[in-house]
């Protein structure tokens, strides 16, 4: 009797590691987690707690605060693994050539120009409002892909592996803004120690260095150096990305064993569930205290949501229309017209990037970054409910269709 009780708890003990080992390696659970710290860091916020919370993310820790090691150098260690996927894809993945660049690039511009258009014509009465037309044109790729998972077969794989491009040229487009237009006051000695850095990298990739302590010892530099010298220490992650070797050493390895793959996969699990639901729950709280009703509808907040929700949608669903329609690049194989446009629906969940870029449009200046995350919440919402009731409707392209089409 007592040997048949063990057996039970054995085989309950191992469905509950199962279940968890399913949860964890599915692409949704990336999203699930950051929708539930994000609910999480609401409530805080708007509790009791909310001394607390504030508090310790104002908590200042060797020179910096909590709110800043987590904005300045988590996040550095997600700009890594996104400078990896990105080298990745161009070189060896979904991007590698011209022709599968196309259609998610022309999409990826198209959902980046339309949403600070929407931005800047509902705040373009207040100056100050202006330095923020780049939050809503990023697309937060965990959200979007986990909203895909959870509808699993409805939508066709080639149409997973169009957002997943999409977000990918999405987040070299943030990068190269932030690079741009969220960089001041330079110091040329730090500025000079970190582009010396990058040379050092460089030729360890030259040399066939393949062990990853050099250049992750470098690397930390690199984000030292990068920090004091006033261009946001975020990009010395996609600077050293850049610089890790994507071939592996010697040329009979396998690819996989590649210091790059090595290096991303190592990354990927700390990032997905620990740095990205950090960051999501030290930026995400918003104390709604005294706030009225309306105050969604008050140009910074509508401009962000409105950017989100509609600027997305039709930057994306359009652009991609006209590429196709002129002949520059092909539907996704098995997509419906309908099913693509819930793809563009869900490229407004701009939850990550944009709270990120919305901290730097408007430091230290905390009324506007609430604000900002009241817009990001809210067209993030809405366009991950939208997305998600239209994909789960919409009919799949039937094969004669696509025959006709092609004839």
């Known amino acids: 009797m007592d040997r048949a009780r063990g057996d039970v708890k054995k085989i309950q003990s ?44 104002k908590t200042y820790v060797f020179g910096l605060s909590v709110l800043h090691w987590i904005n300045d150098a988590l996040m550095a260690v997600f700009f890594l693994l996104v400078g990896l ?14 022709p599968r660049r196309v259609l998610p690039g022309i999409a990826a511009f198209g959902g980046m120009v339309v949403p600070a258009l929407v931005y800047l014509t509902v705040t373009w009465n207040d100056p100050d409002l202006l330095r923020g037309w780049a939050i809503p044109a990023a697309t937060d790729i965990a959200f979007a892909l986990g909203v895909l998972a959870v509808l699993g077969t409805r939508v066709p794989t080639s149409l997973k592996i169009f957002l997943t491009a999409l977000a990918i040229l999405d987040d070299l487009g943030a ?40 250049y992750l010892v470098l690397g930390a530099a690199l984000w030292f150096f990068v920090l004091k010298s006033g261009i946001h220490a975020t990009l010395a992650g996609v600077a050293l990305a850049l610089t890790i070797p994507l071939q592996a050493q010697p040329k009979k390895t396998r690819a996989e064993d590649s210091p790059l793959h090595r290096l991303e996969h190592a990354l990927q699990p700390w990032v997905a569930y620990a740095i990205i639901p950090i960051f999501g729950f030290a930026n995400a709280g918003v104390s709604f ?23 997305k949608q039709v930057g994306v669903y359009a652009f991609a229309e006209l590429a196709i329609r002129f002949g520059l690049a092909d539907r996704p194989a098995g997509a419906s017209r309908l099913q693509c446009y819930g793809v563009a629906l869900l490229c407004g969940i701009g939850f990550t990037m944009s709270l990120f870029i919305g901290a730097l449009a408007f430091p230290d200046q905390p009324n506007l970054i609430d604000a900002t995350k009241i817009g990001v919440l809210a067209g993030s919402l809405l366009s991950a409910l939208a997305g998600f009731l239209l994909l789960r409707v919409a009919p799949r392209e039937r094969p004669y269709a696509r025959e006709a089409r092609s004839m």
Not at 19 to 40: C, K, P
Not at 85 to 98: A, C, H, M, N, V
Request: with cysteine; glycine share 10%.
């Open 14 to 57: 191992h469905r509950r590691v199962s279940l968890m080992r399913r949860f964890f390696d599915s692409e949704a659970s990336g999203g699930i987690i950051l929708m539930g710290v994000t609910v999480v860091a609401l409530v805080i916020a708007n509790s009791p707690a909310s001394g607390i919370y504030f508090g310790v993310l």
């Open 175 to 214: 990068i190269l803004i932030i690079a741009i237009f969220y960089t001041s006051n330079l110091a040329l000695p730090m500025l000079g120690l970190a582009a010396l850095c990058i040379v050092v990298l460089v030729v360890l990739n030259r040399f066939g260095v393949t062990a990853l302590s050099p």
């Open 85 to 98: 996927e990105i080298k990745r894809e161009f070189l060896d993945g979904q991007l590698s050539t011209w």
């Open 289 to 311: 205290e005294g706030m009225a009703l309306g105050a969604i509808l008050t140009p910074l907040p509508l401009g962000v949501a409105l950017g989100l929700f509609l600027g």
